[in-house]
C-alpha cells in the first residue's frame, strides 16, 4: 500500500523513490512483522489463556516430557497471521494479483486450522476438525487459488511444470495441471502441519524455506536475473518476496515466545496456513520440485506418518516407535531441545541444497 501511496511522488520527494525497491519494502515488511508480533504477542498469550481453561490436549500416548506442556495455550498462529497480512498489505503492491492469492490462502487455511483447533480445546480432546472436511475445505481453497493462478500467468506457463537441473524444458500438464497445484497445495500445508509437534520444531524450518523462497520469487520476476540464471520470468513475482519477509518478521516475534519452554502453541491456525502458503508461492514461481527439496524435512515427517499408517494396517507392526519421526527420536531417548537443533540443521542443509538447483541448470 505504501509504494502505491507514496512511490507517485517520488518526483517531488525523491526520498520516496525508496518504495520502488523490492529489497527496502521487504526490509520494512521484516521489522513491521516483527514489531506487531512483539506487541500483540503478550496480550494474545493472555487472553488465550483466559478463554481456553488448560490449553491445547496433550496426547496420553505421547513422550512423558510432553505432559509438562499442559495447560500452554494454542494458536499462536494468529499472531502471525495478523502480523503477516498487515506488513504484507503495508508494503506489497497492492494491485498485484500473486500477494492477493497468497493471502487468500493463508488466511482461507488459518481459518481451517482455528476451525480445528477451537474444538480441540472446546471439546478437549486433540483430534479436533475431522479428516474429511479438514481435506474438503483444503482442496476446495486450493482448487479456487491453482484456477487464479492459471488466469494470471502468462499463458506459456500457466499449465506447465519444470524440472530443477534443466534449463528450456516445461512439461505441460494440461488439464492435470490445477489437480498437481491442488495436490501440492495441501500437502505442503498438512506437511508443516505434522512437523509442528515440538517447541520451535517447525517454526525456524518455515522461515528457512520462506527466506529461500523470497530470493526466488525476487529472481523469477525480474527479467536480468531470470534470463542470466535460465529462469522462466514470471512478471509480478517478485513482490512476493514481500510476503515472504513479513513471514520471516512474524516467525522470529513468534520464536521469541515459542522457544523453549514455549508460553504458545502456534497450533493448526499456523501450520496449516503457512504451509499452505509456502505451497502457493513455489506454484506461481514454477518451483513445485525445488519446494520438495527445500521443504524436505516437512516431507520426511509426512512420509513417517504415512509409512506408519500403511505399515501398521498391512503388517500390523509399526516401523517407527511413534509418528511423525520427531517423537520417534524423542522415544529413543534423544532430549526435545536435541531434536529440535538437529532437525533445524537438517533443514538449513535442504536449503542449500535447494538453492543449488538455481545455477545448476
Not at 45 to 63: A, F, M, S, T, V
Not at 210 to 218: H, S
Not at 231 to 258: H, M, Q, R, Y
Not at 280 to 285: S, V, W
Request: hydrophobic residues 50%; contains cysteine.
Amino acid at each position: 500500500m505504501l509504494y502505491n501511496l507514496l512511490y507517485p511522488l517520488s518526483g517531488d520527494i525523491q526520498f520516496f523513490n525508496l518504495f520502488r525497491y523490492l529489497t527496502f519494502r521487504s526490509g520494512g515488511a521484516i521489522i513491521t512483522a516483527l514489531i506487531i508480533s512483539f506487541v500483540i504477542g503478550p496480550r494474545l498469550i493472555r487472553w488465550l489463556k483466559n478463554k481456553q481453561h488448560g490449553g491445547q490436549p496433550i496426547r496420553d500416548d505421547g513422550p512423558e516430557s510432553h505432559l509438562s506442556k499442559k495447560g500452554t495455550p494454542t494458536m499462536g498462529g494468529l499472531m502471525m497471521l495478523f502480523a503477516v497480512t498487515v506488513s504484507t498489505i503495508l508494503w506489497a503492491d497492492i494491485t498485484n494479483h500473486y500477494v492477493w492469492i497468497v493471502l487468500f490462502v493463508t488466511l482461507g487455511y488459518g481459518t481451517i486450522g482455528f476451525m480445528d483447533d477451537y474444538l480441540k480445546v472446546s471439546k478437549k480432546n486433540h483430534k479436533g476438525l475431522s479428516g474429511k472436511k479438514k481435506l474438503v475445505c483444503q482442496f476446495a481453497i486450493a482448487a479456487a487459488a491453482a484456477y487464479w493462478i492459471t488466469l494470471v500467468t502468462p499463458a506459456h506457463l500457466n499449465q506447465h511444470l519444470a524440472f530443477p537441473f534443466v534449463k528450456d524444458y516445461l512439461l505441460n500438464l494440461g488439464v492435470l495441471y490445477i489437480p498437481f497445484a491442488m495436490v501440492v497445495l495441501v500437502g505442503a500445508s498438512n506437511a508443516v502441519n505434522l512437523t509442528d509437534g515440538l517447541d520451535g520444531l517447525a517454526i525456524v524450518p518455515i522461515m528457512i524455506a520462506a527466506a529461500c523462497f523470497g530470493l526466488i520469487a525476487y529472481l523469477i520476476g525480474n527479467a536480468v536475473y531470470a534470463h542470466y540464471l535460465h529462469f522462466d520470468l514470471v512478471p509480478g513475482s517478485g513482490e512476493l518476496a514481500v510476503f515472504c519477509a513479513a513471514l520471516i518478521g512474524a516467525g522470529l516475534g513468534f520464536l521469541w515466545f515459542n522457544a523453549p519452554p514455549a508460553m504458545v502453541f502456534m497450533g493448526d491456525t499456523g501450520s496449516l496456513a503457512f504451509g499452505g502458503s509456502l505451497g502457493t508461492i513455489a506454484i506461481i514461481c514454477k518451483h513445485e520440485i525445488v519446494l520438495a527439496i527445500i521443504g524436505g524435512l516437512f516431507v520426511v515427517e509426512a512420509l513417517s506418518v504415512m509409512i506408519q499408517v500403511a505399515s501398521f494396517k498391512m503388517t500390523g507392526k509399526r516401523v517407527f516407535r511413534m509418528a511423525p519421526i520427531h517423537h520417534h527420536y524423542e522415544k529413543l531417548g534423544w532430549k526435545e531441545p536435541t531434536v529440535v537443533i538437529r532437525f533445524w540443521i537438517v533443514a538449513v542443509i535442504l536449503a542449500l541444497v535447494g538453492l543449488s538447483t538455481l545455477k545448476l541448470r
